[in-house]
């Protein structure tokens, strides 16, 4: 009951960030709540030097709250919608992320920007914006400065995506189908996946690539699983190399993804009940639920952030994630091409 207490105002104050940024998240989709929780965040930081009473609430809503978020983020999945419609938007979501990826890590070396900032750039970018960061950002103990700083610009390209690709897929003629492939697998974010592909809707009547582009873009957010797992081996591996192991402080309940597991579940009892005759509504709630822990959490690490440092720093972490983004729509047209779909 103490731990409980000290943990109220934190997470209180973070919850009166959360609520207007939600609202505002509903307003402005492109955006996104998360986002204008961040911001806010930071902005509040600025003036908000003493943060002793907050400082244990604010911590614990960064990191487990998040984790929780992740969890519940499995209602939003039947695995069995997936394999049925989703399948065939494989090799271009493997190809996509895969560039994504080798492009990140390429680019860390380059421009000699932090590994976590770099991975969760790369992860965000390929898988699906800031779920991908939330589920990532515990396995690599990344801190909320890189959290914030990643997150930011994955912002900046979503809204570019959302205005400029229905334009570019109708210059490029591509057909509805392909259209909600490209948006679903180039497309960072599910909020920017759908406010593009609503777009390109109102463009073409009829031609329903919104369904399209939100289950090739469920498909791409079952990536998370295998790239955390590889990443907290990866973790592992570095922790027993460093000598952790041999002094006797490894375990490998501090670096395996547990909530990752949890995910997992959640998504398999969709699915098995989805297939037993009840509504997918009925997860609705749930589903509502995960996006605003998540913003409750961006708000938390915005609370955490040097917003000076962010913007004095953040150069580098933009030209990566331009690369990234232009890499994956590259990548993503052409694989359209390759296998005959444009």
């Known amino acids: 009951m103490e731990n409980v207490k000290k943990l109220l105002p934190g997470i209180g104050a973070c919850l009166v960030i959360a609520v207007p940024s939600w609202l505002l998240g509903k307003a402005f989709p492109v955006i996104g709540g998360a986002v204008f929780a961040i911001l806010i965040g930071m902005v509040i930081a600025l003036f908000y030097k003493n943060k002793t009473l907050t400082q244990p609430g604010i911590t614990y809503t960064s990191k487990k709250i998040l984790q929780y978020a992740v969890i519940l983020l499995g209602f939003g999945l039947n695995l069995s919608e997936i394999a049925r419609v989703g399948a065939q938007s494989l090799p271009v979501i493997v ?19 932090p590994g976590n ?14 779920s ?29 995506a959302a205005l400029i690709f229905p ?15 490209f948006a679903g697998t180039a497309v960072n974010d599910t909020s920017s996946v759908t406010a593009a592909a609503a777009s390109w809707d109102g463009l073409h009547p009829g031609a329903n690539a919104l369904e399209g582009a939100t289950i090739v873009k469920l498909t791409r957010t079952l990536a998370i699983i295998p790239i955390t797992l590889v990443l907290a081996i990866l973790g592992a591996a570095k922790a027993r190399k460093s000598g952790e192991a041999q002094q006797g402080s490894f375990s490998l309940k501090k670096v395996f993804p547990f909530f990752i597991l949890f ?26 639920l ?14 955490n952030t040097d917003l000076v440092k962010m913007v004095r720093t953040g150069g580098k972490a933009i030209v990566m994630g331009f690369v990234c983004w232009v890499a994956i729509t590259g990548v993503s047209l052409g694989m359209q091409h390759i296998i005959g779909l444009w």
């Open 167 to 181: 334009w570019l897929g109708g210059q490029l003629g591509l057909s509805n189908e392909g259209f909600a492939l």
């Open 263 to 288: 995910f997992l579940l959640a998504s398999v009892i969709t699915t098995v009940c989805v297939a037993s005759g009840v509504d997918a509504s009925l997860f609705q709630p749930l589903k509502e």
């Open 117 to 130: 900032t770099s991975t969760l750039i790369g992860v965000g970018s390929s898988i699906c914006g800031g």
């Open 95 to 113: 190809s996509t992320i895969t560039t994504s990826l080798v492009v990140a890590f390429l680019l860390q070396k380059v421009l000699r920007l």
């Open 132 to 160: 991908a960061i939330a589920a990532t950002a515990p396995v690599i103990h990344a801190d909320d400065d890189e959290i914030a700083q990643s997150i930011s610009v994955i912002f900046l390209f979503n809204v570019l």
């Open 290 to 303: 995960s996006k605003f822990f998540i913003v409750m959490a961006m708000a938390a690490i915005g609370l």
